[in-house]
């Protein structure tokens, strides 16, 4: 999930201003009761080379 992940953060035209300010976007996932089950970070370093 995470590669995939990482190129949708690297592509989308709606994230543009955050990888130009190098933002670490931080995903957290929930089931359908709500209740937590992972974060995945995708850092600058990883979505470089946009």
């Known amino acids: 999930m995470?590669?995939?992940l990482t190129k949708s953060v690297k592509t989308s035209s709606d994230l543009?201003?955050?990888?130009?300010h190098?933002?670490?976007?931080?995903y957290n996932y929930f089931d359908k009761n709500g209740e937590f089950i992972t974060n995945i970070d995708v850092t600058p370093a990883m979505?470089?080379?946009e």
């Open 2 to 4: 995470k590669p995939n």
């Open 16 to 20: 543009k201003e955050f990888r130009k």
């Open 47 to 49: 979505y470089k080379g």
């Open 22 to 26: 190098k933002i670490t976007m931080s």
